[in-house]
Each structure stands twice: as C-alpha cells, then as structure tokens.
T-cell receptor, first 114, second 115 residues
C-alpha cells in the first residue's frame, strides 16, 4: 500500500497570500488529521476530518481551515499568511480499529512565508 | 486535559550503549500513549503504543517502553544503540476515543549516537 502523500513538499509564499496544502491518505483510511510543527511550538494539532466532517479542532485562528472530499483526500488552507505560519505541516491518516492516536504520517509540506 | 513532558531535549549515547528517553504524562482519563520517531526531512513513524493491554510494550527496531501508572511515566528504552537510531523522538498522548485521533506531543528528544 502506498503511504500518506502530501503535495507540494515545499512552498514559499509571501505575507498576506493564501495557500492550500493537499493530503492523500492511505487507501481505505477515512480519518485525516493535520499538525503544525515549528521549532518554537513543537507539534500542534490543527484539526481532524472523518467522512468529510470535521470532528475535532485544535486551538488555531480561523485563518486555518480544512476540508475532506468523498475519496478521503484532504486539503488545508491558510489565508492571510503571517511570518509565524512558516512551519512543517504534517498530515496523518488512520482507520477504524486502530487505537485513538495511532496514525500514519506523511512526509510533510514545508511552508516558508517571506 | 492531557499533557506530555519529555525530560532532556538532547541525549547523546555511544554506539552499543543503553538508550533511555524519558516521558511523563498527565491525563484525566486512561491514556493511550505513543512514541513516534522523526528522521531528518521525514514525517513521523510510530515506534510503539500503549493501549492498556500490557504495561511493557515492544515496538519496532528493538525499542520498548514501560507504562507506570504510579509514576505517570512511559519511558522509552533500547538495550544497545545503533548509529541508525539517531533521530528525534516524540512521546504523545491521545485524548482517547472521545478526542478521536488528536495527539498531544511532548517537545521531543533529539538522540545522537556516536561511535
């Protein structure tokens, strides 16, 4: 089985712009979670989608949003980018039957905001 | 609420020596606990998980961890370090089924292995 894939792997944007990141989960996985990783704040949970519905959300401003499609692929969007949004964004997928929190992670999208 | 504390942001060991990475957790519900590893320029990989089935948990690459409720600890060990173990290790707690897959991570411990 192919693993979790994320596109693009690297992205450079300018302050004020918006960006969309994409995640394709492992085939058959219906849950997709997003995390932000920065040197200062570490790994922080953004949100989780299951069957096209957001079922959990972290403590991030409304500029961060996401969605999930019927094929379980997910996108996250960040509007009005700030310098502090520079981070590695990780996507993770899981399937029912796994322990809560047991997830397979993608390689991440490294976003640089200038 | 859940939280995780990893003692030591950097640990350095010699090849062949014991690896001990410390993790303490706080949870208001019976926790699900995990260790994930991150190699440079990669995502996270699950090393092992505690789901209340057994207190001593064995994972991949020779790693194991012991759940100690009285100490609220879930330390990661490996008897003999290998150069390929150099990476960053994250302890994480899940909020359980009510929190779905939300993970709370520790700050991470970077393991260096020298010859």
């Amino acid at each position: 089985k192919a693993g979790v894939t994320q596109t693009p792997r690297y992205l450079i944007k300018t302050r004020g712009q918006q960006v969309t990141l994409s995640c394709s989960p492992i085939s058959g996985h219906r849950s997709v979670s997003w995390y932000q990783q920065t040197p200062g704040q570490g790994l922080q949970f953004l949100f989780e989608y299951f069957s096209e519905t957001q079922r959990n959300k972290g403590n991030f401003p409304g500029r961060f949003s996401g969605r999930q499609f019927s094929n379980s692929r997910s996108e996250m969007n960040v509007s009005t980018l700030e310098l502090g949004d520079s981070a590695l964004y990780l996507c993770a997928s899981s399937t029912p039957g796994q322990a809560p929190g047991e997830q397979y992670f993608g390689p991440g999208t490294r976003l640089t905001v200038t | 609420a859940q939280s995780v504390t990893q003692l030591g942001s950097h640990v350095s060991v010699s090849e062949g020596a014991l690896v001990l990475l410390r993790c303490n957790y706080s949870s208001s519900v019976p926790p699900y606990l995990f260790w994930y590893v991150q190699y440079p320029n990669q995502g996270l990989q699950l090393l092992l998980k505690y789901t209340s089935a057994a207190t001593l948990v064995k994972g991949i690459n020779g790693f194991e961890a012991e759940f100690k409720k009285s100490e609220t600890s879930f330390h990661l060990t490996k008897p003999s370090a290998h150069m390929s173990d150099a990476a960053e290790y994250f302890c994480a707690v899940s909020a359980g089924s009510g929190g779905y897959n939300k993970l709370i991570f520790g700050a991470g411990t970077r393991l260096a292995v020298h010859p």
